[in-house]
């Protein structure tokens, strides 16, 4: 482009880029109700998703080791994890936080406990969240580990009556 074709273009591209802008303020004026210019609230354009307000008591390792049957241990983590590596007398209940737990799981696993606490048990972060959602759907005496166990052979292995 030579010098004229640039001084053009730089005199067009302000029309150009008003045009659009002073259609919408017209627009906006024949309107029965215009649009305010300033919003009278502010907008809320995020917005964290909702989480549960109540959580589950914790237990810690030792405790539950040192009393394991006394309490009913649900393990959170998916069905085949659960048949490739478990512990003796734990009940498996996959947990998927993006679906809740049917009423039927339960209703099941209120006729396993036999009056027995539930401890939550799992890897990483899911057994926190599982627990959270079952005392969110009522169910009472329900713990899960202080700490948020990752290795589950470590957790297996302090778990287990050898």
Aim: aromatic share 8%; glycine share 4%; charged share 25%.
């Amino acid at each position: 482009m030579n010098r004229d074709q640039w001084k053009r273009f730089a005199i067009r591209l302000p029309i150009l880029a008003a045009l659009p802008i002073l259609a919408a303020i017209l627009l906006n004026a024949a309107r029965p109700q215009p649009l305010d210019w300033v919003a009278k609230r502010p907008y809320e354009i995020f917005q964290d998703c909702p989480e549960t307000t109540r959580t589950a008591e914790t237990i810690s390792l030792d405790t539950l080791a040192n009393a394991l049957n006394d309490y009913l241990l649900v393990d959170c983590r998916s069905a085949e994890d659960f048949a490739a590596l478990s512990i003796e007398g734990s009940v498996s209940l996959p947990y998927n936080p993006l679906f809740p737990v049917s009423a039927e799981a339960l209703a099941d696993l209120d006729g396993k406990r036999k009056g027995r606490p539930v401890v939550v048990i799992g890897t990483g972060v899911f057994p926190k969240l599982f627990a959270a959602e079952l005392v969110e759907n009522g169910a009472a005496g329900v713990l899960r580990l202080e700490t948020l166990e990752t290795d589950w052979a470590k957790l297996r292995k302090a778990l287990s009556a050898d």
